[in-house]
Nanobody, 124 residues
Framework: QVQLVETGGGLVQAGDSLRLSCAAS????????MGWFLQAPGKKREIVSA????????YYVDSVKGRFTISRDNAKNTVYLQMNSLKPEDTAVYYC?????????????????WGQGTQVTVSS
């Protein structure tokens, strides 16, 4: 069982930055592939970024490439999402998720554990 808690969301202006953190419980964090998803009102949950167990491989959806950076610190059981040059269309609830697959996982159905989500609102 893994419990995930996201922090770092908020209200910012276009062009600003935020760093989301996701703290995981348990001693096997380093075995999990991790991902960040977003869900805008009335839309389905979508992958933003994913990272493998070691942090050596990462994935980004095209819309955030060059602006967002995913990273993880296995010693701290934490995964991060650094979001720069934020745009109003980035506004959503952001969720952290953990997959028993230690590689890059992009499908939400392949993630077994989810955080409660953190709201990111970007004003124009």
């Amino acid at each position: 069982q893994v419990q995930l808690v996201e922090t770092g969301g908020g209200l910012v202006q276009a062009g600003d930055s935020l760093r989301l953190s996701c703290a995981a419980s348990g001693r096997t964090f380093s075995r999990y592939g991790m991902g960040w998803f977003l869900q805008a009102p009335g839309k389905k949950r979508e992958i933003v970024s994913a990272i493998n167990w070691s942090g050596g491989y990462t994935y980004y959806v095209d819309s955030v490439k060059g602006r967002f950076t995913i990273s993880r610190d296995n010693a701290k059981n934490t995964v991060y999402l650094q979001m720069n040059s934020l745009k109003p269309e980035d506004t959503a609830v952001y969720y952290c998720a953990a997959s028993a697959n230690s590689g890059i996982v992009t499908g939400p159905g392949r993630y077994a554990y989810w955080g409660q989500g953190t709201q990111v609102t970007v004003s124009s």
